[in-house]
Nanobody, 128 residues
Framework: QLQFVESGGGLVQSGGSLRLSCAASGSILEPYAIGWFRQGPGKEHEGVACLSNSDGSTYYRDPVKGRFTISRDTAKYSLTLQMNGLRPEDTGTYYC?????????????????????WGPGAQVTVSS
């Protein structure tokens, strides 16, 4: 199981950009999917963008398509999320997570994690 620490959040105006990073300790069986998730105010956790460690393929959920880019960092189990064209509805706490033997789409669409699976997260606030 991986334990993630996220960084890079902040306050930005609508239309602005932010870059998030996360790094993990621990280990995970391969192949696995790894991705970004978020929780908006008063909402459940939802998938944002996910990546396959086996072939590097990516999957983006509709609300962020064309605006966000997920990529692997140089360190193992590390990710970045470049967020452009931010909107107020993107406000929330952003988390990384990973799961073995699952596709990127299923992991991103289903967010199959318990409430105690999340790390500290990175707070993103977009003002209108």
């Amino acid at each position: 199981q991986l334990q993630f620490v996220e960084s890079g959040g902040g306050l930005v105006q609508s239309g602005g950009s932010l870059r998030l990073s996360c790094a993990a300790s621990g280990s995970i069986l391969e192949p696995y999917a790894i991705g970004w998730f978020r929780q908006g105010p008063g909402k459940e956790h939802e998938g944002v963008a996910c990546l396959s460690n086996s072939d590097g393929s990516t999957y983006y959920r509709d609300p962020v398509k064309g605006r966000f880019t997920i990529s692997r960092d140089t360190a193992k189990y590390s990710l970045t999320l470049q967020m452009n064209g931010l909107r107020p509805e993107d406000t929330g706490t952003y988390y990384c997570q990973a799961q073995p033997f699952i596709t990127t789409q299923v992991m991103c669409d289903m967010t199959p994690f318990s409430n105690d699976a999340w790390g500290p997260g990175a707070q993103v606030t977009v003002s209108s």
